[in-house]
């Protein structure tokens, strides 16, 4: 999920660029990487950086959200897919998490907490990419609530409340080096997601 393992096809430079960001922005942050920086660590051609970002670091910066909010979707959605409910799938995407931040020393976060922290709300693209990736985790948590019988609303509650928690809870991992925090919140989440599903069955 956060090593953005981007399928070497064409424009390969561009996708190069926006790996070797998004490790770079995660790692040290937005404003302490440079544009050599990226290019050196992509290998991609210096002219290249500029014909596929004109806008700089910023367009580089939100094509990282991007990118990195649609690779979460896609295991939310492998995971909604493969789950036979909300709570279990929250619990399993927790496991995951556990799994990919100890593998990385806890050098690895959430591939776009950092450059939302940093550059939201001034950057309006960047701002609308944060946006838009958050809508649709929620969306895909939210619709997994629906299909098990909650109410539309507090789905849509719940969803937001599942989302803050994975957030910060992995930043919380990365502090204390430990994936206890992931599984401590998303646990919660998971149990209230359990919940909610039964009062849903219930006459």
Request: charged share 20%; net charge negative; hydrophobic share 45%.
């Amino acid at each position: 999920m956060f090593k953005l393992q981007l399928v070497a096809t064409p424009p390969k430079h561009r996708e190069a660029l926006v790996r070797a960001a998004a490790d770079l922005f995660r790692r040290q942050g937005y404003a302490a990487t440079g544009l050599n920086e990226i290019l050196k660590s992509s290998g991609a051609p210096k002219g290249s950086l500029y014909h596929y970002f004109p806008g700089g670091k910023e367009q580089i910066g939100t094509e990282v959200v991007r990118v990195g909010g649609q690779l979460v979707a896609d295991t939310l959605a492998e995971l909604a897919d493969s789950q036979p409910d909300a709570g279990s799938l929250v619990r399993e995407y927790a496991r995951l998490l556990v799994g990919w931040v100890s593998e990385s020393e806890f050098h690895e976060g959430s591939p776009i907490t950092t450059v939302l922290l940093e550059l939201a709300p001034d950057s309006e693209s960047v701002t609308a990419a944060g946006k838009a990736v958050y809508r649709q985790w929620s969306s895909l948590l939210s619709d997994s609530l629906i299909g098990s019988g909650v109410a539309r609303t507090r789905a849509e509650r719940l969803a937001v409340l599942a989302v803050s928690a994975l957030e910060g809870s992995l930043v919380r991992a990365r502090v204390e080096q430990s994936g206890q925090p992931i599984l401590d919140s998303l646990g919660e989440v998971a149990d209230v997601f359990d919940a909610a599903i039964a009062a849903a069955d219930a006459p």
